[in-house]
């Protein structure tokens, strides 16, 4: 196969836009989305914030865009408030919630265990064997790798562990997805990828994505839709290959993927009760420059790896994050990732499981990637770093807005689902931002604002006796987390003493500090933007590696 | 090789069993916290009743003081440990004495109430004092000259060298001694002297004997405000009136009257009372909204607490240092801390003995000066 254009400039606003035309004749644009499902063609399935809608949707959405600021803030606000005026109710509460933290987290360490046990499982199968009961020539397995301006050596190792895949090289077509707004760099270091790299796989495609397209949010969402119809027109369709014969996997450009990942991701997709109507999630690790990370980086980025592994145990409250596959069939159905908003990699879910009535499923692979920690040359860089990211993670909140507008119009899924995912949703976005600052902050304001007649009482000194000796207790299911970590990191580079386990293990005690400052705080900024109607623009994480080795 | 991995996905069965295990447990034990944080304990002597206790909370001011509750030690304080909260303590009156080797033992009785939790704040003054002697002149390399000598029961931690002259010229003149001299000249009624006069008179004073001799009794004159107490001196007695904001009013100010436990085998305040778990019920919904022992009306009462200084006249008071708990008081005999806090009685301690001592708070640091010379009271030890 022979990419024509790899590097060309095509004026791909037509399909920058396709599913949701808003001029031309109806003949057109019944043309334009013939290929989408039926909810898909609505002018507004693709919406991203409040001010792309007029009438009473544009103040239903800026009202539901307004909802999780205000409650995260009510809730904090009414818990010092009620320190205030109704001190005792508050002590009542507060104890009450720590309790329920102490067995949300056997709950959740419940989980993690358990898929650990069972990622380690995965790990250690044969998927190669797995699957040759299945006849699965015929796929073809895409990878979609979007980047900006991120270093030479980071998209290379990427490159590199796609070449030591079990899995023939010839049924992977690789689209090395550059943006025009980088300059000559992506440009340059994607032809020299393509040099060195074209002949391994059965496709290289490299494209360019313009910068200068109305509608979209520069990011990897735009960028990654603009490379899946890309794909189509200059290889799938030329190629005669079939949509649902092509499994896309649309990986960070620092995603250093393990040998068996597509014969595990085939044997998942061959098994689905309906592979075309699935995502098929793996666990992302952040672990490719963990020895080079400091504690904070490596704590943040264990967090996250383990919050992935607790949901892989529970598939009915996953949405889709960071690297995932999918059938190519099931994209080019909505229409692709969104071009206009921050958080595409859960919202494509979102787009697929409206789309398609609620019938829509997210698959836990149990199977890692490897990923890049958030480390930056200095501490203070990395930290601000680590803060920039996960306040773009948790803008994820405007999926919250999304999944309610579209629960209220497309009433062809069942209610009770719509319910269920609805009161999770909102749980999620609304614990993310309060549990953390409602523990180790709130829960002293009793003892400090609850006036004299609360000073007087045994409950007032007893307060911080019994949630510091719950919290306490729920620090034990640090203990699993510190154990579990310490499984996951890569081989130790020599020059790096032992003693850096012991420090691995001990890192778990920043847990209060970066539940607060990585989690808490970016989620009350992400949505206090989003309810002052301040909309963020996507922010690339910078890549850093001291060591250019990276993990596989 | 099955086709199928061997560890299959978490089922749903498993989750929900394990789920609502925890909640079972979250609604089971939940109110067991909640009697307890708010002082409720369970009875193991075989009635298996909830019965009320209250709390009692004692911060001491030095480290390796040891607390003891009704003669039992609970606590030696150390650098970060000076206080300690005491809880499960059955309602009546307890007594609570905080000592420390060299030092003066606080003792005090004190009512519990059931829910509640009984402050104090204790102190332990040194029975030998530290001073820091400062005279009018030092040597060149920095030296203590005296030339007159001292009456007060202390100990010095400073090095200093007896005057053999008059001659000052090789000396030179303390330049805290000077600042001092007129920190006490600015309230000493009785003095006319300018600082010259002062500084040559100690200088040709042979002994502190013959200066204290011929002193004269000033009465306290002034009043202190400091953090919303006031000390105030009426017909030579030195009271103490909180006049903040009430919310921030410490609970010895309006305290309810109760008996010692010199004056009556049983305690006055009811005994721990046994409960039926319906009881107790009935109890935790009232609990919700206020205490089960409500603070009385403390808008009504007077905050006003006189100072005991045993009959004796107060020459000069001011606040221990940084402390609203404590009143430096200049006695005929000595210069002592005595604590606001009445409630049984009020502690009192010398802080240093001489006669016809005046004392100054500045800086956080006592100064007492005997009328001759001048001295630096060293507070912790």
């Known amino acids: 196969m022979q990419d024509k254009s790899s590097s060309s400039h095509l004026d791909l606003s037509r399909s920058a836009r396709i599913g949701r035309p808003s001029q031309g004749s109806g003949t057109e644009e019944m043309r334009q989305t013939a290929h989408l499902l039926p909810y898909a063609r609505r002018e507004d399935f693709q919406v991203g914030r409040a001010t792309e809608l007029s009438g009473k949707d544009r103040r239903f959405y800026r009202f539901l865009e307004i909802l999780p600021g205000v409650a995260s803030w009510g809730t904090l606000i009414g818990v010092v408030l009620a320190s205030i005026y109704a001190p005792f109710f508050a002590a009542y509460f507060i104890i009450a919630f720590a309790m329920y933290w102490v067995l949300k987290t056997a709950f959740l360490s419940y989980h993690l265990r358990y898929n650990w046990k069972r990622l380690r499982h995965h790990m250690s199968i044969d998927w190669g064997v797995m699957a040759e009961r299945f006849e699965y020539g015929h796929l073809y397995q895409v990878v979609i790798l979007p980047f900006y301006n991120e270093p030479r050596d980071v998209i290379e190792a990427t490159l590199d562990s796609l070449t030591r895949v079990k899995y023939d090289a010839k049924s992977i077509i690789v689209v090395l997805a550059a943006e025009e707004r980088a300059g000559a760099y992506g440009v340059e270091v994607a032809e020299e990828m393509k040099n060195k790299y074209g002949n391994t796989f059965a496709n290289f495609l490299v494209t360019v994505h313009p910068g200068d397209i109305a509608g979209e949010v520069a990011g990897k969402g735009a960028n990654a839709a603009y490379a899946a119809e890309q794909l189509r027109t200059k290889v799938l369709d030329p190629h005669g290959i079939r949509y649902n014969h092509t499994l896309v996997s649309i990986f960070d450009i620092d995603t250093v993927i393990y040998p068996d990942y597509f014969n595990c991701l085939v044997w998942h997709f061959m098994t689905a009760e309906r592979p075309l109507k699935s995502s098929f999630q793996p666990v992302p690790i952040f672990n490719n420059n963990m020895w080079e990370a400091g504690p904070f980086a490596r704590v943040v980025a264990m967090s996250s790896t383990f919050w992935e592994m607790v949901q892989q145990e529970r598939p009915e409250r996953m949405a889709t994050f960071s690297s995932h596959s999918v059938s190519f069939q099931a994209l080019y159905e909505v229409g692709y990732w969104q071009r206009n908003m921050v958080s595409e990699d859960s919202r494509i879910f979102w787009n697929l499981l409206i789309a398609n009535d609620g019938e829509y499923d997210v698959i836990p692979l149990s199977y890692p990637v490897s990923m890049d920690a958030n480390v930056a040359p200095t501490v203070w860089g990395t930290i601000k770093n680590i803060y920039k990211q996960h306040r773009r993670w948790t803008y994820g909140v405007e999926n919250f807005c999304y999944v309610v507008y579209h629960f209220t119009k497309n009433k062809n899924i069942s209610l009770r689902k719509r319910i269920i995912i609805t009161l999770q949703q909102a749980e999620g976005y609304w614990s993310l931002v309060t549990n953390p600052i409602m523990l180790f902050i709130l829960g002293w304001m009793p003892i400090f604002f609850g006036g004299r007649v609360f000073h007087e009482t045994v409950l007032s000194y007893n307060l911080p006796l019994v949630v510091r000796n719950l919290l306490i207790l729920a620090m034990f299911g640090l203990v699993i987390s510190s154990v579990i970590s310490l499984t996951l990191i890569p081989k130790r580079p020599e020059g790096k003493s032992r003693l850096h386990y012991v420090v691995m293990a001990l890192q778990w005690i920043l847990v209060p500090v970066t539940m607060i400052v990585f989690s808490a705080l970016p989620g009350l900024d992400a949505q206090t933007r989003l309810m002052l109607g301040k909309y963020m623009g996507f922010w690339v994480t910078p890549k850093h590696r001291n060591d250019q080795k990276a993990s596989s | ?381």
């Open chain 2, 1 to 381: 090789m099955t086709g199928e991995p061997d560890v299959q996905p978490l089922s749903k069965r498993h989750r929900s069993v394990f789920f609502y295990a925890l909640f079972g447990l979250f609604i089971l034990t939940l109110p067991l916290f909640i009697l307890y944080a708010i002082g409720y304990r369970f009875s193991f002597d075989g009635s298996t009743t909830f019965f009320s206790t209250g709390g009692i909370y004692i911060a001491a001011d030095r480290t390796g003081a040891e607390i003891y509750i009704d003669n039992e030690l609970v606590r030696e304080t150390r650098t970060f440990r000076r206080a300690f909260y005491a809880q499960s303590i059955e309602p009546g009156t307890h007594r609570v004495h905080v000592q420390k080797p060299n030092h003066h033992t606080w003792v005090k009785e004190l009512p519990v109430y059931p829910h509640l939790v009984t402050e104090a704040q204790a102190f332990n003054m040194p029975l030998v004092p530290q001073v820091r002697v400062i005279s009018p002149w030092r040597t060149r390399t920095g030296e203590t000259v005296l030339s007159a000598t001292s009456s007060l029961s202390a100990s010095t931690t400073n090095d200093f060298v007896i005057a053999t002259s008059t001659a000052t010229s090789t000396l030179l003149l303390d330049t805290e001694y000077v600042s001092l001299t007129a920190l006490f000249a600015t309230s000493t009624a009785t003095s006319s002297a300018s600082l010259y006069e002062r500084v040559s008179s100690v200088l040709s004073t042979g002994s502190a004997g013959t200066s204290t001799a011929t002193s004269t009794i000033a009465e306290a004159t002034t009043t202190k405000e400091f953090q919303g107490v006031r000390l105030y001196e009426e017909a030579g007695v030195v009271y103490a009136r909180f006049v903040g904001s009430r919310a921030d009013m410490p609970y010895y100010y309006c305290a309810e009257d109760y008996e010692l436990l010199g004056t009556s085998t049983v305690p006055l305040l009811s005994p721990p009372i046994a409960q039926s778990a319906s009881v107790v019920d009935a109890e935790t919904e009232d609990l919700l909204l206020h205490p089960v022992q409500q603070v009385e009306d403390d808008t009504a009462c007077d905050p006003t607490i006189m100072i005991n200084t045993a009959g004796q006249i107060a020459r000069t008071f001011d606040f221990y240092p940084n402390s609203t708990d404590f009143v430096l008081v200049a006695l005929e005999d000595g210069i002592y801390v005595i604590e606001i806090d009445d409630r049984g009685w009020q502690n009192k301690q010398p802080l240093v003995m001489g006669e016809n001592l005046d004392v100054r708070v500045e800086g956080g640091n006592v100064y007492v000066s005997d009328g001759t010379l001048l001295y630096a009271v060293q507070l912790e030890t």
